[in-house]
């Protein structure tokens, strides 16, 4: 099952979070802010569920991707 991540505003890393959760779930899911201490910078940070992102593969992120945000000007040539 995939792992929610999130990207480090500080250090532009990622981490888990420790959760792990399939697609469905998270599309469906609330989350309310929730606090993370950040084993790449030791600083506190608040997330919510637009700050964090599924560990995908890599073909099905792009997928993902494509379908979630539509046309942009990265998909511009398609
Ligand atoms: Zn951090």
Redesign the pocket.
């Given at each position: 099952m995939p792992e929610l991540l999130y990207r480090?505003?500080?250090?532009g890393q990622e981490?888990s979070l420790g959760i792990s959760v399939d697609a469905d779930t998270f599309e469906k899911a609330e989350f309310d802010y929730r606090t993370i201490v950040?084993s790449?910078?030791?600083?506190q940070?608040e997330w919510t569920k637009e700050d964090v992102y599924l560990q995908v593969p890599p073909e099905v992120d792009r997928r993902t991707r494509e379908k979630k945000q539509g046309p942009d000007e990265r998909f511009s040539g398609r």
């Amino acid at each position: 099952m995939p792992e929610l991540l999130y990207r480090c505003p500080v250090t532009g890393q990622e981490l888990s979070l420790g959760i792990s959760v399939d697609a469905d779930t998270f599309e469906k899911a609330e989350f309310d802010y929730r606090t993370i201490v950040c084993s790449k910078c030791g600083q506190q940070h608040e997330w919510t569920k637009e700050d964090v992102y599924l560990q995908v593969p890599p073909e099905v992120d792009r997928r993902t991707r494509e379908k979630k945000q539509g046309p942009d000007e990265r998909f511009s040539g398609r």
